[in-house]
DNA sequence: TTGAAAGCGCTAACAA
DNA sequence: TTGTTAGCGCTTTCAA
């Protein structure tokens, strides 16, 4: 067969529907200039008659010519790119984190890979793999438990990376975090503030680092406002309403003093909980108050009344969490354990004058 | 000053920490080959003596060398990297569908940019063009609503797109969604299988299209099943508890028939329902049998009872959009709205014999 | 079996 | 003011 013949069109289905992306060289040949010249008007750089300027940026806005970035990031130091690396299969707390990181970085042109491991390390080392390959800048772990965890690495060792609501085993790495214990205190200030005296704290597994650190704040700003430490006014379950309306039942039916505030470890627990004493005849806030922790919509407006509850502000999280690692490509080092503090959103389960229902001393 | 001394070292805080890292020029220049030798070790290509290959695999494997990704797509013609435009700021439905879009296309090692346009236009437009710059091979558009948007474009012309969850408003575009209309069918044959005969429908607002779809389900199932359509048996308000309460309120104090099941358009709706049945002394399943939409175990599980629902069956979705995208940049053409069937989880909120607690005919 | 060199799209230094 | 060119890291011919 004769070779200079065009060889047939190829078949529909391989023919890509996509032009080639014109290049800096199209726009420079459109225009009658050289590629140089083309760059610096482009760039908005250099000196360059305003005539010549204008016309390349005409035919580069005419022919839709878009910079290739990655042919930009392999001269440039930098990718303008970075990798997140996510634990936490149903996004309840990742999600807000990711969502305000990704909306700062996007302010400053850097797009974000988005990688879920899933608590598998085959899988998380896998990833960073891939990301080391694209060259991200930068590197961002999110968990959905607020343990310790082995940091990432070696092998993207001198990468800056920002553990964020995750906690690398490693006293250089970054890890942003909320202050738990904090958030327990200003739920117990809250409640005594209200003249609350006797409060119980039902709360998740303790293998939760969490749950241990809601725990001590509960403890110390109780003996802060004076108030006396009941026995059996602390119940360690699981997160899940069912636990929260069992624990309720245990406080009801023992023998001991009776709760008049309950401080929950989240907003699941709270919820059942006032559902029990709902069911119970006992009025909240006014027999009861509650106070929940996460601030979760879905939760504390549904629940009977709405629900006070502790907010753990995750969109500030990541959005600091985005500007540190911003910091930390640029070269600033940073390292250590930082915790954010939450902050306390007042609802009906626990509104109402301090005392007003309360039998006062 | 004499230019030939040394500059001064730059100052602590813009030194990084990043050692660049290796090229494949370092290996061959370490291995003692030529670039090409090396480059044809490193991808198992080409004949080449075994000796040669192993020793640059060694010196590969021990200086760390990665090849860089972004040099490789830039005389590939693809960048094995996507885009994802995404308008749900919650996360609930979309997070699943992103998750396991991810995971299809981890296996075929392209990655994902996670970009939230929080349904602003301009955003959108912003992170559409930021994408087509990183030479995006396709493109993913994600909403909260199943409702129909403009396409994207012209400016991303020609870029493979799929809308998952989200419908565009172009009949060549690629969409995939749930099959609504379906569900709904499942679940009132579900309940006409256990004896109801009186089923309610209460849902939310209509100007969401599953709204329609799903009343329109509703309708013809029950026509299907031989059952009369009862007046004031379909009732559109919100996506809240509340609503399900107030609409379950509506039915038990109407003159009307009473219902023996509901079909509720979400879960939480479903679960407002299943708490005022039973706050008013009504059994469920025995008197009243309820089936939930969305299969969220947040209520479902946490229901009492338990609630049977309707599964959209998001991963799977996430799962085929990756697959899809991946045959369309492979250059296979798809067009057209593609639903999806969904599933039934029966939990106890419909459990039970047909008939067993029912007047029977 | 190995090496040399062109080129992917772009920037920046230098030359004209 | 504009053009030329080296080179970012890699692959891929072509030559040795």
Redesign the pocket.
Known sequence: MDKTFPPAAPPEESRTPVR?AP???DVARIAE?????A??A??A?????Q??RDKVLRVAGEIGYR??DL??S??RAKSRTIGIISNDSFGRFTFPIVEALEERLADEKIAVFMCNATDDPARERQHVDQLLGKRVDGLVVTARRADKRPPIGPFAHGLPTVYVFSQADDPDALSLLPDDEGGAVLAIEHLAKLGRKRIAHITGPEHFEAVRLRKAGYFSALSAAGLAVIDGFYLSGVWSEAWGRDAVARLLTGQGPKPDALFCGNDQIARGAADALRESGIEVPSEVAIVGFDNWDVMTLAARPPLTSIDMNLKALGREAGERLIDMISGKRAGGVQRRPCSLVVRESSEGEAGTQRELE
Chains 1, 2 share one sequence.
């Open positions: 080639a290049t800096i060289r200039v050289s590629i140089g010249t760059s610096k482009l760039n750089g250099g000196r360059l008659s005539e010549t910079p290739n042919a930009q392999l001269h």
